[in-house]
């Protein structure tokens, strides 16, 4: 059981982020609030573009292993939001705060003992708990990592950032 237990600080802790990538606080610590709707050099999409990329993506993991009437969403028109939307300082932090709510959702599960991180999913798909996490934290590692390359490429790194 002390076994499982490693595993279970290790996956809350790979959800987190911070060991190997930066957490999703520091990618965004003190973001100008004049480039979040920026496109980046050679990119299509913003700043709060791909944060909210990131939370959609999350959430509908989030709810893939939670709800036996999960409803698959489009790819991509529902992983991302329209090109033409642009977002308030309100959005921002909206999208923000839902990321760290489900991370801390997913954090959660991962270290409750009575979760059998080897269980299917509901949707009875053949994947488990275990996968989808695994899943959701390369994800967001993934697209943390681009957002702190688009910052550096917007030189939206504030003085204190190292």
Request: charged content about 25%; aromatic content about 8%; glycine content about 6%.
């Amino acid at each position: 059981m002390a076994q499982d237990d490693g595993l279970r600080v290790q996956l809350a802790a790979l959800l987190k982020g911070g060991n190997a990538h930066m957490d999703i606080d520091e990618a965004v610590a003190d973001f100008p609030e004049n480039g979040i709707n920026t496109t980046f050099p050679n990119g299509t999409y913003s700043a709060w573009a791909l944060l909210e990329h990131i939370m959609l993506s999350q959430k509908d993991m989030l709810n893939f292993m939670r709800d036996a009437d999960y409803k698959e969403m489009r790819w991509p028109d529902d992983y991302w939001p329209a090109a033409a939307r642009k977002a308030s300082r309100k959005d921002w932090e909206a999208t923000i705060n839902q990321i760290r709510h489900d991370s801390g959702e997913l954090q959660s599960i991962a270290l409750d003992k009575d979760t059998d991180l080897n269980s299917p999913v509901p949707t009875d798909s053949g994947k488990t708990l275990l996968r989808c996490m695994l899943v959701i934290a390369d994800h967001n590692a993934y697209h943390i990592g681009e957002f702190a390359i688009m910052r550096q490429v917007m030189g939206t790194w504030g003085s204190s950032h190292k």
